[in-house]
């Protein structure tokens, strides 16, 4: 009876650990988004550098790194992303966030943001990805 107890306690505790950690990582994310979304709405593309994570060619950077706006083809993906966003913001009234899910790969977490005008959605995936415990933009699907 006594290892029933202890197992269901440390169960309890961890599920309790699991599920503040992903409350905390919804926040984060939602803050993220909410700040990408402006910056690009005002065209400010450069300063999301802290937030979208690096995903060209180069395997040992991708997702574990920021965009460097020193090398040209960096800049330029970093700003197609941004005019990305900006178009979806740009036909939409407004937008929601529909869902959070964990990916295969427990470092990456799917947002399904749900953009509306008028009677007409566009549902988009953004990926996200941790990185030096904060959550960044890797892709938009």
Do not use: H
Not at 69 to 89: D, F, P, Q, T, Y
């Amino acid at each position: 009876m006594k290892r029933f107890i202890i197992i269901f306690i440390t169960f309890f505790i961890t599920a309790n650990i699991l599920f503040a950690q992903t409350t905390e990582d919804k926040n984060l994310i939602k803050k993220n988004i909410t700040k990408i979304f402006t910056l690009c709405s005002k065209e400010n593309f450069e300063q999301t550098v802290k937030l979208i994570a690096y995903n060209g060619q180069d395997s040992k950077r991708k997702y574990k790194d920021f965009f460097n706006l020193k090398v040209r083809k960096e800049k330029s993906a970093l700003i197609r992303a941004g005019k990305k966003i900006k178009a979806l913001l740009k036909i939409s009234d407004k937008y929601d966030i529909i869902t959070y899910k964990t990916s295969k790969n427990p470092n990456i977490i799917e947002v399904s943001v749900q953009f509306k005008s008028g009677t007409q959605t566009i549902v988009t995936t953004f990926e996200f990805t941790k990185l030096k415990k904060n959550w960044l933009l890797a892709e938009i699907n």
